[in-house]
C-alpha cells in the first residue's frame, strides 16, 4: 500500500493550496483517509478525515470553513483544498489512512499507512 501526497508550496497569508493524495494497493471504504499535520518542533496533529464507511467528514475546529475535503473514488484518489492559509496553518502535511474505522481518528499512532509529506509554507 502507498500514499503519494503533494500539493504543498509557498503561499502568502490568506492564500490557497490544494493537497493531493493518491492510494495505490488497497481502498479504505471501511477505514477512513485524511490529513495530519506536524509543525516544527511539535506533534503530529489531525486535520481533517473523510470516514470511508459513513462518507463523514470531520475537521480540525482551527480549520473548519477554510478547508475542505472532497474524494474521487475511481481515482482512489483524496483532496484537501486550504483556503484563507494563516501562518499558523504552517507545517508538513501527512496523508494518513486506516483500514478499519476507529473513533479515535485524531490520533495519529491508530494509523496504518501514510504518505511521505508535503510541505506548506504560509507567510506573513
Known amino acids: 500500500v502507498q500514499l503519494q501526497a503533494c500539493g504543498g508550496g509557498v503561499v502568502q497569508t490568506g492564500g490557497s493550496l490544494r493537497l493531493s493524495c493518491a492510494a495505490s494497493g488497497r481502498t479504505f471504504s471501511r477505514g477512513a483517509m485524511g490529513w495530519f499535520r506536524q509543525a516544527p518542533g511539535k506533534e503530529r496533529e489531525f486535520v481533517a478525515l473523510l470516514r470511508g464507511d459513513a462518507g463523514r467528514t470531520y475537521y480540525l475546529d482551527s480549520v473548519k470553513g477554510r478547508f475542505t475535503l472532497s474524494s474521487d473514488n475511481a481515482k482512489n484518489a483524496g483532496y484537501l483544498q486550504m483556503n484563507s492559509l494563516k501562518p499558523e496553518d504552517t507545517a508538513v502535511y501527512y496523508c494518513?489512512?486506516?483500514?478499519?474505522?476507529?473513533?479515535?481518528?485524531?490520533?495519529?499512532?491508530?494509523?496504518?499507512?501514510w504518505g511521505q509529506g508535503t510541505l506548506v509554507t504560509v507567510s506573513s
Open positions: 494518513g489512512a486506516r483500514d478499519i474505522w476507529n473513533v479515535q481518528y485524531y490520533n495519529p499512532n491508530h494509523y496504518n499507512y
